[in-house]
C-alpha cells in the first residue's frame, strides 16, 4: 500500500519541479559579480525558452539565444535552436547543474560559468504559451505556412514576450524583439523593451485585437511601421514538427 502511494507523490512532485521553470527571469549575478550593465531576460514556457540581452545605457541589443530546454531532478538540458552568441551552439545540447535559493531565484551552472537568476514574474494569461506563426493574410487572402527549419517563434509567460525568426538549419539569424505585454478582453498590448533591428523603437507601444480561436491565436492590428496584420499564431508542440 506504501508504494502505491509514494509512486503517485513522487510524479506530482516531479510535475512541481518541471512547472516551476515557467515565467520570466532576469540575470543578476554572473560569476559572483551583479549584472549592472545590461539587462537579460529569459522567458520559459512549454519546454521552450528564450532569452533577450540589452545594454542599460542605450538599449543597444546584444544578443539573443533559446530552444528546447528540460529539468529533470538537478540537470538542466537546453538545445539551441538560435543563439547570436555563438552560432556553434546551435544544434548542440547541453547540460546544466541547477540549483534551487527559493521558489524564484536559481543557480545555473556548467562546471565554468555560474548565473543567478531571479524571477520576475510567473502570471499567465489567455495567451500565456510558446507560439509559432502558421498564417498571414496577404491582400485579403490567408496564406498558411507549415514551420520548418525556417520558423518565427513568439513565447510569452510572466508578463513579458520575445519573438525570434530564425533558420535552426543554416543558424541564420532574422531578428528578434521583446519587452512586457498585457492581454485583456480581446486587447493585447506590447511594450517594447528591445528590437535587434532598431533600438530606437524601445519604449513604443502597440496595440492589436486577439482571439484564441479553435487552439490558435488570432493576432490583429498594425505594425511597427504602421501596416496592417493579420496573423495566426499556432501552439508550437503542436504545429512544429521536426
Do not use: C
Amino acid at each position: 500500500m506504501k508504494k502505491l502511494i509514494l509512486l503517485p507523490l513522487l510524479f506530482f512532485f516531479g510535475i512541481i519541479t518541471a512547472q516551476e521553470l515557467d515565467g520570466a527571469w532576469k540575470l543578476t549575478e554572473k560569476d559572483g559579480k551583479a549584472v549592472n550593465d545590461r539587462e537579460v531576460i529569459k522567458i520559459i514556457q512549454d519546454g521552450y525558452f528564450a532569452l533577450g540581452s540589452k545594454n542599460l545605457s542605450n538599449n543597444e541589443f546584444l544578443g539573443a539565444a533559446g530552444g528546447e530546454l528540460s529539468l529533470e531532478d538537478e540537470t538542466l538540458t537546453e538545445l539551441r535552436d538560435f543563439d547570436t552568441y555563438d552560432t556553434e551552439e546551435i544544434g548542440a545540447e547541453h547540460d546544466y547543474n541547477i540549483s534551487w535559493d527559493g521558489e524564484d531565484k536559481m543557480e545555473i551552472s556548467d562546471g565554468n560559468t555560474t548565473k543567478i537568476w531571479e524571477r520576475v514574474s510567473e502570471k499567465s494569461d489567455a495567451l500565456t504559451g510558446t507560439w509559432v506563426i502558421t498564417g498571414r493574410e496577404r491582400n485579403g487572402e490567408m496564406n498558411t505556412m507549415t514551420p520548418g527549419d525556417r520558423r518565427t517563434v513568439k513565447i510569452l509567460s510572466g508578463g513579458r514576450f520575445q519573438w525570434i525568426a530564425f533558420n535552426s538549419a543554416t543558424k541564420e539569424f532574422n531578428g528578434t524583439g521583446g519587452g512586457t505585454y498585457t492581454a485583456e478582453n480581446g486587447k493585447y498590448t506590447e511594450n517594447i523593451e528591445f528590437f535587434s533591428r532598431d533600438a530606437s523603437r524601445v519604449g513604443a507601444s502597440l496595440e492589436f485585437q486577439y482571439e484564441v480561436k479553435d487552439g490558435k491565436w488570432h493576432h490583429k492590428g498594425k505594425s511597427s511601421k504602421g501596416d496592417p496584420i493579420y496573423e495566426i499564431w499556432s501552439p508550437y508542440s503542436e504545429a512544429y514538427q521536426k
